[in-house]
């Protein structure tokens, strides 16, 4: 069985040593975050991570959902008793205010639980991320009457929640939605039409499920600017809360899939099922969106988990498995071979995941930390800063780190061999878990799209300029301190690339946006390395604070692997940079018919 250790130190370094948590003591929830509390809630997940859910990974792929006749959905087993264990932490509501049941703790510790249980059977921690991502957008747009009436269910585990886009004919393009809205004379809506590819549309875990619906309401204009969002229950509830009437919603099927085989992808079928307007009429999008950004950066989270649990087991294998012998000479001669570990080949290979797993982590925790300054600091001007920085970063953590988080799960399984290949390893599942993530909530074009054609020019380019400052400013800063030049200055030249290529979509890309469409998704992995290199040089400057008092190597292995991100990882962004500097004239000579 592949095995999983929750990287608890890693997280606790982040938040102590680097981002200094303990400073945002002003923030609601952050005084109660002690670090007992903040160690207790790390060391209880990670305890539940290794020992319920990863076990039950293999187990949930081998079974998957199984949809009954009457359009019931099982899951697998152990998924029931699971869940109710996640319930019963808490950790669903870890961050959400205390007025809603929930805890009202930072963010920070909501990503770091989710990191957790998604490395330990990602199919699973599904369920409890899309409640959150529910929670976020009833919190932001709900009535009175709708927060107090299904918040507390959901933080409570009682009800899941469900975010419903998809149609047959309409993925990425929204203004194609047909699900049509009717208004009722007591205000309520019927809804009509059919949704696909529904992350845990019907399920057994829970009593009833808050489906977050996308519709037109008759008459309401066409493309996106027709959207309304509606809270669709698959039980409608009492005013005291208690379950009352079935809804006409149903599951219609579920889909046979490449991977999360125990997290039910369903066709949701609502046939004239009452459901409450959120928010204003035709601003559902908009409404949307808080889902949709919330779930974005879990996707990121996703990506890093995969790749981090992925990189243990890599890890481990090279360690154990004996091929060859060392180039420079027997390492381990008292065994007929030496451990791959030995191989520059399989080093390298290692040294890039990690050097991936340790900055990303860092990225979202200090966005996650940039979210809770957004949402509760009494300063506007800090809450503005802080908003421009998750949406400028959302897309880049959501497509650089599920296009690498999949990527690392194919390198790590190539470390395997030919076992890599075969199930019991459990690598080939990795492999098919992570690569859903690159595709949904937008697939990662569209999240480079997003990056370059809405979010750069946004407010007349104030997040960006501000991201070059804080890079340009720390790196002034860090280049008079000999340790920290080596860091540094390559981190600078990447932000140079990054400042032309910015400069390069300013000047050509707005007379022919063709050329901001090719060069888009190199852009985003410019972005991706430049701000992973920050996170490096951060990580690094607390390192050396501890280097003396660290016998474990721990800080010494920080600082070797800042070096290679910097030698083997930065230098493409040179490569992005003459990519996106050539233009779309080649991409787009050929006629589609030649295609
Ligand atoms: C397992 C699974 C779970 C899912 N869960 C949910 C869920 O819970 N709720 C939900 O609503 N949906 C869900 N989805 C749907 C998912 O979000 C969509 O599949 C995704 O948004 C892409 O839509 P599409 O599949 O229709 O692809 P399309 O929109 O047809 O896109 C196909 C390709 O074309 C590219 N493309 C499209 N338009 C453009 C453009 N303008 N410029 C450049 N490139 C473009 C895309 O990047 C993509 O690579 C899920 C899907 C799967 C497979």
């Given at each position: 069985m592949p095995l999983y250790k929750a990287p608890v130190e890693d997280v606790l370094f982040l938040l102590n040593?680097?981002?200094?948590?303990?400073?945002?003591?002003?923030?609601?929830?952050?005084?109660?975050?002690?670090?007992?509390?903040v160690e207790a809630i790390v060391g209880e997940t990670a305890e539940f991570c290794e020992k319920v859910l990863t076990p039950l990974n293999r187990i949930g792929d081998q079974q998957g959902c199984r949809r009954g006749p009457d359009g019931s959905v099982t899951t697998p087993e152990g998924f029931r008793q699971a869940y109710r264990q996640v319930v019963d932490g808490g950790w669903i509501g870890i961050s959400v205010p205390p007025e809603f049941g929930g805890l009202g703790l930072p963010v920070a510790l909501t990503q770091i639980v989710n990191e957790f249980m998604t490395s330990a059977n990602m199919a699973f921690a599904m369920y409890p991320g899309l409640t959150q991502g529910a929670i976020a957008a009833l919190l932001t747009h709900g009535t009175a009457e709708q927060k107090?009436?299904?918040?507390?269910?959901?933080?409570?585990?009682?009800?899941t929640g469900t975010m419903n886009l998809t149609e047959p004919q309409c993925g990425t393009d929204l203004g194609l939605i047909r699900?049509?809205?009717?208004?009722?004379?007591?205000?309520?809506?019927?809804?009509?039409?059919?949704?696909?590819?529904?992350?845990?549309?019907?399920h057994d875990l829970a009593a009833n499920i808050v489906h977050l619906v996308l519709?037109?309401?008759?008459?309401?204009?066409?493309?996106?600017r027709g959207l309304s969002l509606f809270v669709v229950p698959k039980v409608i509830?009492?005013?005291?809360?208690?379950?009352?009437?079935?809804?006409?919603?149903?599951?219609?099927?579920?889909?046979?899939?490449?991977?999360?085989?125990?997290?039910?992808?369903?066709?949701?079928?609502?046939?004239g099922a009452a459901g409450w307007l959120v928010a204003q009429e035709n601003r559902g999008l908009n409404a949307m969106f808080v889902m949709m950004n919330e779930a974005r950066l879990g996707v990121g989270v996703q990506g890093l988990a995969m790749s981090e649990v992925a990189y243990q087991n890599a890890a481990q294998y090279a360690k154990d498995r004996l091929q060859g012998r060392a180039i420079t000479g027997a390492k381990f001669d008292d065994k007929p071979a030496d451990p791959i570990i030995v191989h520059p080949d399989v080093r390298r290979v290692l040294m890039t995941i990690r050097a991936f797993n340790e900055a990303a982590r860092a990225l979202i925790l200090w966005t996650a930390i940039k979210s809770d300054v957004a949402h509760r600091s009494d300063d506007a001007g800090e809450r503005e800063a802080a908003d421009d920085h998750m949406g400028l970063l959302t897309p880049v953590i959501k497509g650089v780190l599920t296009d690498l988080g999949f990527a690392n799960a194919v390198m790590a399984q190539q470390v395997f061999g030919g076992h890599g290949y075969i199930r019991e390893w459990g690598m080939e599942q990795f492999v098919r878990d992570a690569r859903i993530a690159m595709i949904y909530e937008g697939a990662n074009g569209i999240q480079a799209l997003d990056l370059v054609g809405r979010k750069l020019a946004k407010d007349g380019g104030r997040a960006v300029m501000a991201f070059f400052g804080e890079v340009q400013?720390?790196?002034?800063?860090?280049?008079?301190?000999?340790?920290?030049?080596?860091?540094?200055?390559?981190?600078?030249?990447?932000?140079?690339?990054?400042?032309?290529?910015?400069?390069?979509?300013?000047?050509?890309?707005v007379a022919k946006p063709d050329h901001a469409g090719a060069g888009a998704s190199d852009y985003m992995h410019l972005f991706g390395l430049v701000v992973l290199g920050y996170m490096w040089c951060r990580i690094a400057a607390a390192a050396h604070g501890r280097l003396d008092s660290d016998p474990s190597g721990r800080m010494k292995a920080k600082l070797v692997t800042a070096r290679f991100f910097m030698e083997r990882m930065l230098p493409e962004t040179a490569t992005h940079l003459a990519r996106i500097q050539s233009g779309a004239d080649t991409v787009m000579e050929l006629p589609a018919e030649a295609f």
């Open positions: 040593d680097v981002f200094h948590i303990e400073r945002f003591a002003n923030l609601s929830g952050f005084a109660e975050a002690s670090p007992d509390v107090s009436l299904y918040v507390p269910k959901m933080v409570a585990g009682e009800w699900t049509r809205a009717v208004r009722q004379p007591d205000g309520s809506y019927r809804i009509t039409g059919s949704k696909i590819f529904i992350s845990a549309g019907e519709a037109r309401i008759e008459g309401a204009p066409e493309g996106t509830p009492n005013p005291d809360g208690t379950l009352g009437a079935r809804n006409a919603v149903s599951c219609g099927a579920i889909e046979e899939k490449m991977g999360i085989h125990g997290n039910s992808t369903c066709v949701m079928n609502y046939d400013g720390y790196v002034k800063e860090q280049a008079a301190d000999a340790a920290m030049k080596p860091l540094v200055e390559p981190v600078g030249k990447a932000l140079g690339h990054l400042q032309q290529a910015t400069m390069w979509f300013m000047q050509n890309a």
